[in-house]
Nanobody
Framework: QVQLVETGGGLVRAGGSLRLSCATS????????MGWFRQAPGKERRFVAA????????YYADSVKGRFTISRDNAKNTGYLQMNRLKPEDTAVYYC????????????????WGQGTQVTVSS
């Protein structure tokens, strides 16, 4: 059974930092991609960042470019999202996702999802 478990969310003041982790188990995604999405109350789940598990290029939503960094540790089967200079508008539930089909920025391109972790940024 494939599982993705996010940790690292919490409450932080504007300008602060958090690092989210996404531990995967049940299968490997060596030929696929990892993505991070977020969903604010009353809004759709939106793309944040993505990269191939094998490494290489990274992709970000314009709203987080220069502040967020996606990375992974294949030895630990874990992905990360380092979030710096957080803003109140970054408040959302953050989800990690994985796919074997190649990198995408649409939620519909991902087959496996974590349960989400709440990030709240106070002003």
């Amino acid at each position: 059974q494939v599982q993705l478990v996010e940790t690292g969310g919490g409450l932080v003041r504007a300008g602060g930092s958090l690092r989210l982790s996404c531990a995967t188990s049940g299968r490997t995604f060596s030929n696929g991609a990892m993505g991070w999405f977020r969903q604010a109350p009353g809004k759709e789940r939106r793309f944040v960042a993505a990269m191939y598990w094998s490494g290489g290029s990274t992709y970000y939503a314009d709203s987080v470019k220069g502040r967020f960094t996606i990375s992974r540790d294949n030895a630990k089967n874990t992905g990360y999202l380092q979030m710096n200079r957080l803003k109140p508008e970054d408040t959302a539930v953050y989800y990690c996702a994985a796919t074997t089909r190649g990198l995408g920025t649409s939620r519909y391109e991902y087959d496996y999802w974590g349960q989400g972790t709440q990030v709240t940024v106070s002003s």
